[in-house]
């Protein structure tokens, strides 16, 4: 945008100046040459006082310029210059100006005793043009001052309208990584500064909107248990001991199952968590160490020994690093290498997973797809994990030939 407005400015400035300042040097031109043409003719005329008189020859010395007089007799005083059709038009009581090679001739007739003497005088086109170029000049520095200062300040207004803009935009790119408490600060133009108060009040309206999710989770965990607590206890007061099991164990399994999907509603209504993603992938690969060792698989492990927090919770990465791992026992031959590595990026971490296997397509990336009769969930998991802490998954080969696996997230 403030490439376009400076543009925009600068064609605009351009064509204002060009229709400003063309007429305006044309003005300049012809002020110079009626000047000169003015004083060629004021000097013609100061000699043509003196024709027919002894001053003549003194008259046309005394003037700064060449100076010729006809005489009628046909002979000529000052400079010499051929008798021109301009002067026997001259000659017949006309004044004229001519053009003529390097300049111009101002012609003057003056009457005498023998007849029409005219007088010629030469403005070469150096005097014609004094100080044109030179005002020429300090017009085109003038015009080029002037679009300068036009870019700068469409610059300045653009940055005035395109910053607040850009806050805007990284505000937004914050709430849909699931920063809640990112606010926009108002500024810019009243419709940019509009926006950004609607953008504040929709995030105002999605806390509260997950406030009352929280309530409507917690109030939901309280009316479920008291029927299963009612149902319980119906099961303790059943006769056969079979059947008392039997159903006492559907009504365990529907316990954990109504557990489970509170604890989730709970943990999505709750917000971004974060964890230190060094101690999980290192806590993970100790894990899958075991069954690499019994397998024969050379494990090569990369991870810093500082913290490295990212928008995940331990749980959910460590599930990530299992599916990622996982793979790798599930498709791959016993015996094939594999390498781990977290290291620190910009505002995040890089975890690196690949193996010296056969690799696999891009399209395992689809949810569902599995080369290996898996249910193909494992990539998927591990990419929407990494997308909701605001990162991406990346599948490429390795220098090995067999798959490598790049999973970014960001910073909390």
Do not use: Y
Not at 4 to 16: D, H, P
Not at 91 to 116: K, N
Not at 160 to 172: K, Y
Not at 208 to 223: F, T
């Amino acid at each position: 945008m403030r490439r376009w407005l400076a543009l925009l400015v600068a064609a605009t400035t351009s064509l204002v100046l060009i229709a400003l300042l063309v007429p305006m040097a044309l003005l300049i031109r012809a002020v110079a040459e009626n000047g000169a043409m003015s004083r060629a003719t004021a000097a013609a005329e100061s000699v043509a006082v003196t024709v027919g008189t002894p001053d003549l020859a003194l008259a046309v010395e005394q003037v700064s310029r060449p100076v010729t007089v006809f005489l009628p007799d046909g002979s000529t005083v000052g400079t010499r210059a051929a008798r021109s059709d301009a002067v026997r038009l001259s000659a017949t009581g006309r004044s004229v100006t001519a053009e003529t090679p390097g300049g111009r001739e101002v012609l003057v007739s003056a009457q005498s005793a023998g007849g029409t003497a005219v007088i010629r005088v030469f403005v070469p086109d150096a005097e014609l043009m004094r100080g044109v170029r030179e005002a020429w000049l300090a017009l085109a520095l003038l015009g080029f001052g002037l679009v300068a200062l036009g870019i700068v300040l469409a610059d300045r207004l653009a940055l005035a309208v395109t910053r607040p803009v850009d806050g805007l935009a990284r505000v937004s790119h914050r709430l849909a990584g699931g920063d809640l408490t990112a606010r926009a600060e108002p500024g810019g133009p009243p419709e940019v500064r509009s926006v950004a108060l609607a953008l504040n009040h929709l995030a105002g309206r999605i806390d509260e909107l997950l406030a009352a999710e929280r309530e409507s989770v917690a109030d939901l965990s309280h009316r479920l248990r008291t029927p299963l607590t009612g149902l319980r206890l119906d099961v303790e007061s059943l006769r056969d001991p079979e059947e008392a099991a039997r159903v006492q164990a559907r009504v365990d399994a529907l316990e954990r199952a109504v557990s489970a999907v509170i604890t989730e509603a709970r943990r999505r209504s709750a917000g971004r968590d974060s964890c230190d993603a060094a101690a999980v992938v290192r806590e993970r690969v100790r894990f899958w160490s075991v069954l690499a060792e019994d397998q024969g698989r050379e494990v090569s492990v990369s991870v810093p020994e500082e913290e490295l927090p990212v928008a995940v919770g331990a749980q959910e990465l460590a599930a990530c690093v299992d599916a990622l791992l996982g793979n790798v026992f599930a498709h791959t031959p016993e015996g094939v290498s594999m390498t781990v590595r977290l290291r620190p990026r910009p505002k995040g971490a890089l975890l690196t997973v690949e193996d010296a296997g056969p690799g696999f397509e891009p399209a395992l990336l689809e949810r569902g797809n599995s080369g290996g009769g898996s249910t193909g969930l494992g990539l998927d998991i591990a990419r929407r994990t990494a997308e909701s802490s605001g990162g991406g998954l990346a599948v490429s080969r390795s220098a090995e030939g067999g798959a490598r696996v790049e999973l970014t997230f960001s910073s909390p």
